[in-house]
């Protein structure tokens, strides 16, 4: 896998990808989320709860506003953008969840500040497939599932885009730290193909925009015999082009194709980031430039285990509307 670069957050791109908010704005905050966890059913995806949320969100501290806007419009070079200082108090959470499927259903004071923050970037989106098509979901492991290539392991996972198969994958990928683990080094890994490109030959590049790649989409979304279409793993403009790759479920279709992932693979690598996420930290990756990943950590599963909440932005919401029942936030199936 190679080594991990250990980033200093303060230190990346002069501070372009990182925004600490001040007490002053943390209370701002904290007081909007608050509303909105006491707002009506309290239910995360209840539709009148999501409305609040939308017209709450235009109230974000103007700093945090203006980070998030600026972002939408460019991710920069790194892909991701790192809000520290959410409204998070370890002393009242409760045990970090243990089973599989784990979601955030009740509106609690952090998954508001989730949401608040997200809905200024555009609309939430979740999968029916997937985490029973909760908006808020927990990551955490489950013990018997650490070798499992997803949000309940504990091994390294491996670098990918989130749910690189579908035409209507997240365009952000929300994931904000609850709990680290009790040793702190749980890392997120990330990659921006903006920082690998310049590392790989036009030959290399050419290769990975031609459709000799597919990806295989988890057995939970039970997709009809070849419904894996070849793709390019590159997409879009040649200088500056979108990434469509899971380097656990991406197949390359002959030797050349094979070699250009290889090649990308070790140009990711060498440009990957790991970011230790503290309690109140929510880091969004632009899911059309960056990878991500995780380094691997030893769970307790004792109450206290490494705890992320996740969510998944759309900014344009009406180009799922065919697979949105009722208009509503959760994806049903794929177009193909």
């Not at 790194?78 to 243990?98: I, K, N, Q, S, W």
């Not at 997200?118 to 013990?143: I, S, T």
């Not at 793993?233 to 094979?258: M, N, Q, R, W, Y």
């Not at 996740?310 to 509307?321: A, T, W």
């Amino acid at each position: 896998m190679g080594s991990y670069m250990k980033t200093n957050v303060t230190d990346v791109l002069g501070g372009e990808s990182v925004l600490t908010l001040s007490d002053a704005e943390r209370a701002d905050l904290t007081e909007l989320a608050s509303s909105l966890a006491a707002d009506g059913s309290r239910e995360v995806d209840d539709p009148n709860w999501l409305a609040t949320a939308r017209e709450l969100c235009c109230q974000l501290p103007p700093r945090l506003a203006s980070s998030l806007r600026r972002f939408t419009w460019d991710s920069g070079p790194e892909a991701f953008l790192l809000l520290r200082g959410l409204p998070v108090d370890e002393t009242t959470l409760p045990p970090t969840p243990t089973v599989a499927g784990s979601v955030q259903r009740e509106a609690s004071v952090p998954a508001s500040a989730l949401v608040l923050v997200a809905m200024a970037m555009g609309e939430l989106v979740a999968f029916d497939k997937e985490k029973a098509g909760a908006l808020v979901q927990d990551v955490v492991p489950v013990h018997g599932m650490e070798e499992f290539q997803g949000n309940a392991g504990s091994v390294v996972l491996s670098m990918h885009v989130e749910n690189a198969f579908h035409e209507h994958r997240p365009d952000y990928v929300g994931l904000m730290c609850l709990r680290n683990d009790h040793d702190r080094v749980a890392g997120l890994r990330l990659s921006s193909v903006r920082n690998a490109l310049p590392l790989l030959s036009d030959e290399v590049r050419s290769v990975l925009h031609e459709p000799r790649y597919v990806t295989a989409a988890p057995p939970s979304f039970d997709l009809p015999p070849g419904a894996d279409e070849p793709h390019g793993i590159l997409t879009g403009s040649p200088e500056d082009p979108s990434i469509k790759v899971d380097f656990h479920a991406t197949v390359p279709g002959d030797e050349v194709a094979a070699a250009a992932m290889s090649s990308l693979r070790k140009a990711l690598d060498s440009v990957c980031r790991t970011l230790t996420l503290e309690p109140g930290d929510l880091a969004f990756a632009d899911n059309r430039l960056v990878l991500h990943g995780r380094t691997a950590f030893e769970p307790r599963y004792d109450g206290a285990d490494r705890w992320l909440q996740r969510v998944f932005v759309h900014l344009d919401f009406r180009r799922s509307r065919p697979l949105r029942r009722g208009g509503g936030h959760v994806i049903t199936g794929t177009d193909r």
